[in-house]
């Protein structure tokens, strides 16, 4: 296409009596341009250059695509930049840029093959931030092809607008959202100074004149990362309107014409989409690059924190070697595990107050101690000496042949169903508390009664209501509602002891008192 400034002077020397060849001369231009336009007067080139305005031949090629697209979409007004992205991830390398492609939309527009369906958006600027300073956090949700949906979690630093966002199948926990914190804080390579969220019910419980209640668990992790909260209101685009923007963006550029055939693959095309489009092209906001302006802002980042939640990470284990008296040293402390790690090598994983060994072979967890501040100090813990090197049905074997009653096979049954993971420990509990030849069958088996009916199935509790009931009498168990109970920490039914203090004897401080000749 020749520019209008060319074809006047192409019409002025035509005009002037040149001939086309020494215009072509004149003008160094091709001759087959100059007779392009020799006979084309004002009026066909005016309609000519509105034509080729929108015209870019490259995109030709993809023009039923792109109709197609916007048919699925039932002609919603998809920005340019996801119907880019999408030709490109379908076709490769393209052969011209998303001008050249809105160019040629707009030509399919103004020729009426595609008639729009306005849908307007609106978007709100908040204040600055320096760097660092403030991290905001969203969610969203949008339906999959499959009927079900994906929630989604998003999140912006405020200053480089530099993002991070997740999938998920399932409505959000504070398990969840402590997950996908910690992730994003490992994509941003840091911690902010303050973390920007609405009262969502995973975080906070309520708002009471600025006085926030969070959850315990989402209450616990920000006491232990050390970092500030700034709770607003829901929807509130004065506060967090960048994170408010991105989740749209997310629905609207991603999702717009994108299907997955399950989780694992939105997630892969979500993270190459945030590295391409979210934060490798130009902020609107900024007029910057936010994948080049994180470079900047991470050195204004809070280094990040072992977590008690990482805990399960195998990436974030060391591997350190059991020594031949069964020990571990960490920051100049001993810590005891079980005989069989011996010599042999573990995982271990240490928060600021807390460390936990795990299995290298099998990934479970071995043990977890407090962390010791006395150098040189041997740190032992009671699990340790647990029969690891019995097989759990050996166990449970010996434990049924304790008795022959059917309250006792039934207590079992459900015991070890109730506390699954925990058999070995539950066994050790039967084996210390009523192995012994001494045991009051009777008064057992009105405990296990007691027990059964009550839905308390315990170790713990079926010996606490066999002392019980052995101290008070038989008499008593007769009526088993007289057993005092109360509920512990986690919810499950305690039997409460009847403790007796004990006395001292106070007549040789009377003796010392009368020799000193004191007050009698």
Not at 46 to 63: A, H, I, P, Q, V
Not at 394 to 404: A, C, H, P, R
């Amino acid at each position: 296409m020749v520019k209008k400034q060319m074809y006047h002077e192409i019409k002025k020397l035509q005009k002037l009596g040149y001939g086309k060849n020494k215009i072509t001369r004149e003008l160094g231009i091709d001759k087959r341009t100059v007779i392009k336009y020799w006979k084309m007067d004002e009026e066909e080139y005016r309609k000519y250059l509105e034509k080729s305005k929108y015209r870019d031949k490259e995109y030709d090629n993809f023009r039923t695509t792109i109709l197609d697209l916007y048919r699925a979409n039932e002609y919603i007004r998809i920005p340019v930049s996801a119907v880019h992205d999408y030709l490109e991830e379908t076709f490769g390398k393209l052969p011209a840029n998303e001008n050249s492609l809105r160019n040629y939309i707009r030509y399919l527009e103004n020729s009426g093959e595609i008639e729009f369906i306005e849908r307007k958006r609106y978007y709100t600027k908040v204040p600055e931030m320096p760097y660092g300073k403030q991290l905001q956090i969203d969610f969203g949700q949008i339906r999959n092809p499959r009927g079900g949906k994906y929630y989604i979690f998003g999140a912006v630093l405020s200053s480089s607008r530099f993002k991070y966002a997740s999938l998920q199948e399932k409505p959000f926990t504070a398990q969840d959202l402590i997950e996908h914190l910690l992730n994003c804080f490992d994509y941003i390579q840091g911690m902010p100074e303050e973390l920007v969220i609405d009262q969502d019910c995973t975080m906070v419980v309520e708002e009471n004149a600025g006085d926030i209640i969070y959850t315990k668990e989402f209450g616990d992790f920000i006491q232990e990362i050390g970092i500030k909260m700034r709770v607003c209101r829901k929807a509130d685009p004065e506060s967090k309107g960048k994170i408010e923007n991105f989740i749209k963006y997310i629905k609207y550029n991603f999702f717009a014409i994108r299907e997955f055939e399950n989780i694992e693959e939105a997630r892969e095309s979500l993270i190459r989409w945030l590295e391409r489009r979210a934060n490798g092209k130009i902020s609107q906001a900024t007029k910057k690059i936010p994948v080049i302006e994180i470079e900047e802002e991470r050195k204004h980042l809070k280094p990040l924190k072992h977590s008690i939640y990482r805990k399960n990470h195998a990436g974030d284990r060391e591997e350190r070697t059991v020594s031949d008296k069964s020990r571990r040293a960490v920051d100049a402390s001993l810590y005891d595990l079980p005989d069989k790690y011996r010599n042999q090598i573990v995982e271990i994983y240490k928060t600021e107050d807390k460390l936990f060994v795990f299995d290298r072979t099998s990934g479970e967890g071995i043990t977890e101690y407090q962390l010791s501040l006395i150098p040189g100090q041997i740190v032992k813990n009671r699990a340790n000496i647990r029969e690891m090197g019995v097989k759990v049905q050996k166990l449970k074997e010996e434990v049924t042949g304790y008795f022959s009653l059917e309250n006792w096979k039934m207590f079992l049954e459900i015991n070890f169903d109730t506390f699954s993971r925990y058999i070995r420990d539950q066994c050790i509990e039967a084996r210390k508390n009523f192995s012994e030849q001494s045991i009051d069958v009777d008064v057992l088996d009105m405990a296990l009664a007691y027990c059964i009916e009550n839905k308390t199935y315990s170790m713990a509790n079926l010996n606490d209501s066999y002392r019980h009931l052995l101290a008070e009498g038989k008499e008593l168990a007769k009526g088993h509602s007289t057993i005092p109970m109360v509920n512990d920490k986690s919810g499950a039914k305690r039997v409460i002891l009847d403790l007796e203090v004990s006395k001292p004897d106070l007549s040789p401080y009377k003796t010392l008192v009368n020799i000193s000749g004191g007050p009698q």
